[in-house]
C-alpha cells in the first residue's frame, strides 16, 4: 500500500514539473520581449528638456540613424512674390445700354438747348413789340413766355436725367470709364470694348498686395491654365467681388476668346525688391508638419537637440514655402525627414509629465 501511494506521489511530482516545464519554454519570448522593450525604454526613448519655457527634443545619433531622421542646410530665396488672385470677365452689356441711353439723351439736351434759344428769341421780340404801343397782344405774348418756360423745364429735367446716368455708371464701372463715355477719352479703347475686340476684366487682388496694383497681369482660365493672357491696368473698380477678400480693379484684355462670365486666374510677380526689403528663406515641403491649424518645422540646434518652430504659410512655393528670416536663420539645420515622429514623442512626453504631476 505504501509503495503505491509513494508511487502516485512521485507522478504527481513529475507532472507539475513538466507543467513547469511547459509553462517556462512557451512563455520564454514574451518574457524575453518584455526584457527588450525594457531595455531599449531604458536606452532609446527620447527625452523632453524644457529651457526657458522652450520644449528641446532630445535624440542620441544612434536613435537618430536608426529612426531615419534627416536634415540639410536652410537656404536663402531669392524672393519672387507669386500671388494667384481671381478675376471674372464682365458683361458690357448693361454699359452699353447705358451709354447708348446718355447718348440719346444728350442728343435730345442738344435739341432742346437749341429749341429754348428759338423761344427765347422769339419771346423777347414778341415783348419788345407788346410794349411798343401793344403791337402785339397781351395773350400772344402769353402763350409765347409758357412754351419758352416748358421749353426751360423740359430742358432741366432732361439735364437731370443724364446726371443720373452719369451716376449709375459712376457708381457700377468708375470715374474713368465715365469719361469714356462721357468726354471721349480713351476712344480707341472703348471702340474695341464695342466691337467685341476686347474684355473687361474684374481683378480682385489679395490684401497683403502694394498699394500701386500692377500695370499687366497675366490671366489664364481656370480650366485652361496654360493658356495665358496678357491684360492691361485700366482703373480702380468702384465695388467689390463678396466672394472674394482683397482690392479690385479693372483689366484690359485685347482678346475675345476669354468667354463672358468666366472666372479666371490673375497671377502676379512682384519682384525686383529693393535691397533694403526682408530676407527670405525657402523652406522645403518635406519638412512641414501640420498641427492645430498651423505649420511647423523642427530646427536641429545641437548634437542631440532638435526644437520645433511655427512657420507662415502665406507664400507657397512650387517645392514648398517662402518665409522671412526671423526665429529661423539662414544655415540652420532643418529635419525634412522624420518630423512628424519627433512630434509625435514630443506629445507622448507632455501628456507623460501631465499624468506624472
Do not use: C
Amino acid at each position: 500500500m505504501k509503495n503505491k501511494l509513494s508511487a502516485l506521489l512521485i507522478v504527481q511530482v513529475l507532472l507539475i514539473l513538466i507543467l513547469l516545464w511547459l509553462l517556462i519554454y512557451f512563455g520564454r519570448d514574451e518574457f524575453n520581449e518584455t526584457n527588450v522593450d525594457n531595455n531599449t525604454s531604458k536606452i532609446s526613448q527620447p527625452l523632453l528638456v524644457s529651457n526657458n519655457e522652450i520644449n528641446f527634443i532630445t535624440l542620441s545619433a544612434k536613435i537618430q540613424k536608426n529612426s531615419g531622421i534627416k536634415t540639410q542646410v536652410v537656404h536663402s530665396s531669392n524672393y519672387k512674390k507669386n500671388l494667384t488672385n481671381y478675376a471674372t470677365v464682365l458683361n458690357i452689356d448693361i454699359l452699353i445700354e447705358q451709354k447708348n441711353r446718355f447718348n440719346e439723351i444728350k442728343n435730345q439736351i442738344n435739341i432742346l438747348t437749341n429749341e429754348l434759344d428759338k423761344d427765347k428769341k422769339n419771346y423777347e421780340r414778341f415783348k419788345f413789340l407788346n410794349d411798343d404801343n401793344k403791337n402785339v397782344s397781351d395773350k400772344a405774348l402769353q402763350e409765347v413766355r409758357v412754351a419758352y418756360e416748358n421749353t426751360k423745364i423740359k430742358l432741366l429735367a432732361t439735364q437731370e436725367l443724364v446726371s443720373g446716368i452719369k451716376q449709375n455708371i459712376r457708381a457700377q464701372w468708375g470715374e474713368t470709364i465715365l469719361s469714356m463715355i462721357d468726354k471721349g477719352i480713351k476712344k480707341e479703347l472703348f471702340e474695341f470694348l464695342l466691337e467685341d475686340k476686347a474684355r473687361i476684366v474684374k481683378v480682385t487682388l489679395a490684401e497683403n498686395t502694394s498699394n500701386e496694383p500692377p500695370k499687366n497681369i497675366s490671366l489664364a482660365l481656370i480650366d485652361s491654365p496654360d493658356e495665358k493672357f496678357l491684360a492691361n491696368y485700366l482703373a480702380e473698380a468702384p465695388t467689390l467681388d463678396k466672394s472674394l477678400k482683397g482690392k479690385t480693379f479693372f483689366y484690359i484684355v485685347f482678346s475675345n476668346k476669354l468667354r463672358i462670365d468666366s472666372k479666371v486666374i490673375a497671377n502676379l510677380v512682384m519682384d525686383n525688391l529693393p535691397s533694403n526689403s526682408d530676407r527670405y528663406l525657402a523652406i522645403p515641403k518635406e519638412a512641414v508638419i501640420w498641427n492645430a491649424g498651423q505649420a511647423w518645422v523642427y530646427i536641429k540646434t545641437d548634437e542631440n537637440k532638435f526644437v520645433r518652430k511655427v512657420i507662415e504659410t502665406d507664400n507657397e512655393s512650387p517645392n514648398g514655402w517662402v518665409i522671412k528670416e526671423e526665429e529661423i536663420k539662414e544655415n540652420d539645420l532643418i529635419v525634412i525627414n522624420g518630423a512628424q515622429l519627433l512630434l509625435s514623442e514630443e506629445f507622448k512626453y507632455q501628456i507623460k509629465n501631465e499624468n506624472d504631476d
